[in-house]
Antibody, heavy 123, light 108 residues
């Protein structure tokens, strides 16, 4: 059974940093593109970043480039999101999601999602 | 950036009725890489449709996707009580991989 379990969320002050983690199991993690998607309270979904199977390619939504960094550890089946210079508008539930195809050269839609971790940026 | 506009914003229907949700793209979606998701309160989204018209595993046959280019539709042939939720379209043909703003399907 595919499982994605996020952790690392919490309350952080504006300007602070946070590192989110996603523990993957039930599939061959190293063969899938992985992504982060966020959802502000009461709002819609926003794609944040994608990372290729070997980490060689990373794509970000333009508004977050330079502040957020996506990475992965295939040996430990883990995905990460380093978030820096956090702002109130970064408050959201952050979901880890898997791309829909194994061994693809490009990312696809999201076929599995974690339950999310809440990040609150407030003083 | 491809902007996806979903309509209507809210759709009020009764169980047993047919629902048609629209997703219009500001540019052609490459290779019709368009997906639909369902999200219920407090839950993660669930994939329904990918590639504009391919049904995901374990998705009931009453959910169908259609369209190409810039105009896409999710049709629910006969609404069941568990279908009332928020639905999002997403394009993954080009970065940034944008979502529509969502359509809330509510019980009339």
């Amino acid at each position: 059974e595919v499982q994605l379990v996020e952790s690392g969320g919490g309350l952080v002050q504006p300007g602070g940093s946070l590192r989110l983690s996603c523990a993957a199991s039930g599939f061959t993690f190293s063969t899938y593109w992985m992504s982060w998607v966020r959802q502000a309270p009461g709002k819609g979904l926003e794609w944040v970043a994608y990372i290729a199977q070997d980490g060689s390619r990373r794509y970000y939504v333009d508004s977050l480039k330079g502040r957020f960094i996506i990475s992965r550890d295939n040996a430990n089946n883990s995905l990460f999101l380093q978030m820096n210079s956090l702002r109130a508008e970064d408050t959201a539930v952050y979901y880890c999601a898997r791309s829909g195809y194994s061994s693809s050269w490009e990312p696809h839609e999201f076929d599995y999602w974690g339950q999310g971790t809440l990040v609150t940026v407030s003083s | 950036e491809i902007v996806l506009t979903q309509s209507p914003g809210t759709l009020s229907l009764s169980p047993g009725e047919r629902a048609a949700l629209s997703c219009r793209a500001s540019q052609t979606v490459s290779r019709n890489y368009l997906a639909w998701y369902q999200q219920k309160p407090g839950q993660a989204p669930r994939r329904l449709i990918y590639g504009a018209s391919s049904g995901a595993t374990d998705i009931p046959d009453r959910f169908t996707g259609s369209g190409s280019g810039t105009d896409f539709t999710l049709t629910i042939s006969r609404l069941e009580p568990e279908d009332f939720a928020v639905y999002y379209c997403q394009q993954y043909g080009s970065s940034p991989y944008t979502f529509g703003q969502g359509t809330k399907l509510e019980i009339k």
